[in-house]
């Protein structure tokens, strides 16, 4: 009977042992990360965050996915590559623009007078933003060539304004006699 005690002790001991060494094999690849543990051979650590796979990293105090994301300036930022910055944030140079540290969509922004203006329908002229292309000085002011005329400095609304003497007059309704502006079509004797 004592035989067979020892032999169930021997028996209970081994499976004990057994038991025991799985446990500490299996503790083993398992490490630490912040509350909890994680499989360093299927999983990564960032900053006390358990992350599924082993392509996470840090950027410098966050953590990104290194298989779909760069880091830019300690900025973790979608993509393969980093983007030029604007202030405090990134842009796309291939369609985008930046003005006083401000992206701005589209690649035409100039500064007119410390503000910023889309070129392609806008003309900074005199320290002024105008609508529109084209735009012109014209003494202490700026016209649109399109729909207006500038005459000795002035801007006038139509087209074809023209000098005559000290003053501009319109052609199509008005005359210019000897440096005199008339109303309307006037022959002029000299």
């Not at 499989?39 to 796979?53: E, R, T």
């Not at 007119?112 to 889309?118: E, R």
């Amino acid at each position: 009977m004592q035989k067979i005690h020892i032999w169930i002790i021997g028996v209970v001991l081994f499976a004990s042992l057994g038991v025991s060494v799985s446990v500490i094999g299996a503790n083993m690849t398992f490490l630490p990360c912040g509350d909890s543990t994680y499989d360093p051979a299927k999983q990564s650590c960032c900053q006390g965050q358990v992350y599924d796979g082993l392509h996470w990293g840090t950027c410098k105090d966050a953590c990104y996915d290194m298989e779909k994301q760069v880091c830019c300036n300690g900025v973790p930022v979608n993509g393969t590559r980093c983007l030029p910055t604007c202030g405090d944030s990134f842009y796309n140079p291939t369609t985008q623009s930046c003005c006083l540290g401000e992206p701005r969509d589209g690649l035409l922004w100039g500064v007119c007078n410390g503000k910023c203006y889309d070129m392609t329908n806008e003309t900074c002229c005199n320290n002024q933003i105008y609508p529109g292309s084209g735009w012109r000085k014209c003494g202490d002011t700026c016209y649109n060539p399109n729909n207006q005329s500038c005459c000795l400095g002035k801007a006038y609304d139509g087209l074809g304004y023209t000098k005559c003497g000290d003053s501009c007059f319109n052609p199509k309704t008005e005359s210019c006699c000897k440096g005199k502006v008339l109303e309307g079509k006037v022959e002029c004797a000299y």
